[in-house]
């Protein structure tokens, strides 16, 4: 059976339908005031936060670490009640939280607007006027919350399966259609659905244990998992807690690993298939050294069937599955991995055989899928597109991954350059060889000029011309020394590309 989200604003009817459905479809209930509270408990001041978050939007990149802190309890909390049976949770947009679990059923409910009104004129004791503007404001205040947390608008319709509108439908009315929809195979849970609920578990009770830790609350830590793998990324001016992240998490349910890495920043490295003997791969490691970053990997297929994985694509969380629903059953055989699954954790170990592993997942569908696997509280400094939509023509797929990089650059706020692009910028051909050559050869002209012609020029700068054509010396310094400066800085460039310190 899913998970049942339903979404809606206060007075609105939402949760008696998410109570109502819950009680129909003999599922556990859990709504957001569960979530406020135990969040309150594990010391997160949800209640600050929001009125911190919308009085004061200047200050949200102080709160973002209570933000993930929020989200990680939520997530857990979600994820606990649902391992337990089945769940209808209400509140604003909890289905934003489990990104690659795909038996999941998002409902939006759409208030009556007359009904609402007077809910709140009883409920509240106020006026007609004060009422409409009591509404106005709490809702505007939760749509901004909506976009804080999860960096999505709380009304588009494509964020969620189903809006019921409850001007038009009544809520027992409402409660039945929904009951009959859950039946839908298109909701089942898969052994990859419930593979990708188990990570996004294990990483919440990473989260929370490193939050609630007074040796590790005050870091900067990025945390993802991967078939049981924990791996979390630390900054480099905060080396001194890897030493205790092992202690912290190691003894949480269903890790089998964990890594530590160090990193400055992130790189986000998106590709259709992954090798870690290509040029590519050479190339963004490079240049991760350099920067002393953390790579992560998002493999992405946009044909709807992901190419890296096996017979079920259960490796690493993120990933919507496409295979035919089996009824839950998941077969006792052996794993078959494909090529293209070989490769692409064949790449990760290499990073972590680096040290600059920053985890590694793969979906696919409709580009929206990549924004939805990424996490948005990570700061990425780089993305890097390589080659993806393979099976296009070269013309065609040139120009779809132009228009993706352009798409992700956009939404992601870093900057985004193409593999090939990469290359270039890395890459000490001969033809910068010779732009050396050429820079010197102009450089030392000037130079041979200048000093076979000293008399002339020292005239210009000071003498008897310079008194009798005094714009003569500022033209000559205007046009020399800019030209000799752009030379010194490419033939600069080029040698720092050439010994590797750009």
Known sequence: MPIIFISGLPFGGGERLARMLAQKLGYDYLSRDDVVARSNECGIPVGKLEVAMVKKPAVQERMARLRDRYLAVATDSICEKAAQGDLVYYGRAGHHLLPGVTHVMRVRVVPESGQRLESVMQRLKLGREKAEKFIQDIDNDIRAWVHFVHGWEMDDPRRYDFVVNL?????????????????LPDFKPTPASRKAMEERLLQSRARIKLALDERTAGADLTVRSAEGILTITYMPRQSGVASVIPEVVGDIPGCTEIRCTMAGTNILWVQ?????????????????????AAVELLGYSASGTAEVGGPEPAVVPGRAST??????????????????????????EALVREGRSGGGQTVCGGREKILSSVNPSIPYSLVVVGDLFLQKPAAARTRMARELSAWIGHHIKAPVISVSELGARLRFTPAQALKIIASLAVVALVYVVIFLRQGPVLDILGGGYHKSHPWAAPLLVAVVAPLVAALYGQVAGALLKLIKLE
């Open 167 to 183: 001007e038009n439908v009544s809520l027992e009315n409402a409660a039945v259609a929904l009951c009959g929809i859950a039946e």
């Open 272 to 292: 259709e298939r992954f090798d870690p003997d290509a040029e590519s791969f050479r190339q963004v490691n490079e240049i991760a050294r350099r920067w002393g």
């Open 323 to 348: 295979k035919a629903y089996d009824g839950g059953i998941e077969d006792d055989v052996p794993e078959k991995l494909s090529e293209s699954e070989r490769t692409f954790r064949r790449t990760l």
